[in-house]
């Protein structure tokens, strides 16, 4: 199940100077955004029996419960700046867009879709959202990518890479393809990045173990 990390990025971006739990529960939760200021990580999590939506600052132990209801709810996703609104017909003026199945993100200004097909994992697909304009970005060396996210600038590209024996890592790839590693790993992961461009929330999947003692056993 994955749990909540926080990485610190270097002033460079391309490195983590640390990486420490922010979720110390054993429930499933996984980051999906962050508060405007930076200071507080927005998550789904599976700690009340049904998956919920929790806020928790990156300062404090404890997480605040945001949004509840009867049904599952998750991956709660800030809004960008940005959105196209027809005033008198109120529809979307955007063409309609369909991809198959794939993970997708949308960059800060909501101007472009970064795509990861299920079916294609070494290329991300980078799409206007006015046009519909595509173009495809191979990431060499990297041919099992998974999850992606857009770093705070919109210059770069947060990129999960996953292997057939689960090896994993999380990468930072830019515009052009060069990609660099943030976080090597043995569990599946991705990261959302704060607003200021300072800090990843991290999912990582880890395995709950224990040991149980048997009495009178023959």
């Known amino acids: 199940m994955p749990s909540v990390y926080i990485g610190a990025l270097a002033p460079d971006g391309a490195h983590l100077r640390a990486n420490r739990r922010l979720t110390l529960d054993e429930s499933a939760s996984g980051p999906y955004s962050w508060t405007p200021d930076s200071k507080i ?16 600052a990156t300062n404090q132990p404890f997480a605040e419960s945001l949004i509840t209801g009867a049904q599952d709810l998750g991956q709660p996703r800030l ?7 027809d005033l008198r017909s109120g529809k979307s003026t955007d063409p309609p867009q369909i991809d198959p199945p794939c993970n997708w993100s949308l960059s800060p200004d909501g101007s472009q879709r970064a795509i990861v097909a299920y079916d ?28 992606v996210d857009w770093s705070a ?46 800090l990843l929330a991290i999912a990582e999947f880890t395995g709950n173990k224990n040991v149980w003692e048997i009495e009178n056993f023959r």
């Open 41 to 56: 990580v927005l998550f789904s999590s599976d700690r009340n029996g049904t998956s919920q939506i929790f806020k928790q």
């Open 79 to 85: 809004t960008p700046d940005t959105f196209q609104f």
């Open 120 to 147: 294609n994992r070494g290329t991300i697909q980078l799409r206007s959202t006015l046009t519909g304009e595509t173009r495809e970005m191979v990431v060499k060396g990297w041919d099992e990518l998974k999850n």
């Open 153 to 198: 600038d919109g210059k770069s590209l947060l990129v999960s890479w996953v292997n057939h024996d689960l090896e994993s890592a999380l990468l930072k790839v830019a515009l052009d393809g060069r990609a660099s590693v943030l976080l090597r790993s043995r569990n599946d992961l991705w990261a959302i990045p704060s607003p200021d461009g300072r």
